[in-house]
């Protein structure tokens, strides 16, 4: 059975939690700084979620999808940035940014129903 993608993106914010703990213990500024980039992002991403299941409106709906999704390409730019600074190894981030795509793909989904299904 899937996963319901608000539990999926509380997951992906624990996730990026752990990360940026991780990258805390580093002692790297240069980690400090990208890993609260991608917090911010990644933990957005499952707030816009949960605020769309209260929507107003279809129109409401949309947009938070819509916020979630930008914050889910945003996260996915700073986990690449992470990846090419070579701040953690690309064996360990390889699973995060796939999950990144994934629910990427979800939310899009969701947003190219719900508009389809508005008419």
């Known amino acids: 059975?899937?996963?319901d993608i608000e539990d999926r993106t509380l997951e992906y914010g624990l996730r990026a939690v752990k990360l940026y703990r991780h990258l805390q213990d580093k002692k790297d500024?240069?980690?400090w700084v990208l890993?609260?980039?991608f917090l911010r992002s990644a933990t957005s991403i499952g707030?816009?979620?949960s605020e769309a299941q209260a929507g107003?409106?279809?129109s409401d709906f949309i947009h938070r999808y819509s916020i979630a999704?930008?914050?889910a390409r945003e996260s996915r730019y700073w986990l690449n940035l992470i990846l090419r600074a070579e701040?953690?190894?690309a064996k360990n981030l390889a699973?995060?940014?796939q999950e990144t795509n994934e629910v990427l793909a979800v939310i899009t989904r969701i947003i190219v129903n719900t508009k389809k299904n508005s008419g």
């Open 95 to 97: 699973p995060l940014l």
């Open 87 to 89: 701040v953690v190894p």
């Open 29 to 31: 500024g240069v980690g």
């Open 35 to 37: 890993g609260k980039q």
């Open 56 to 58: 107003e409106s279809r």
């Open 47 to 49: 707030a816009n979620v």
């Open 1 to 3: 059975m899937p996963q």
């Open 69 to 71: 999704q930008k914050e």
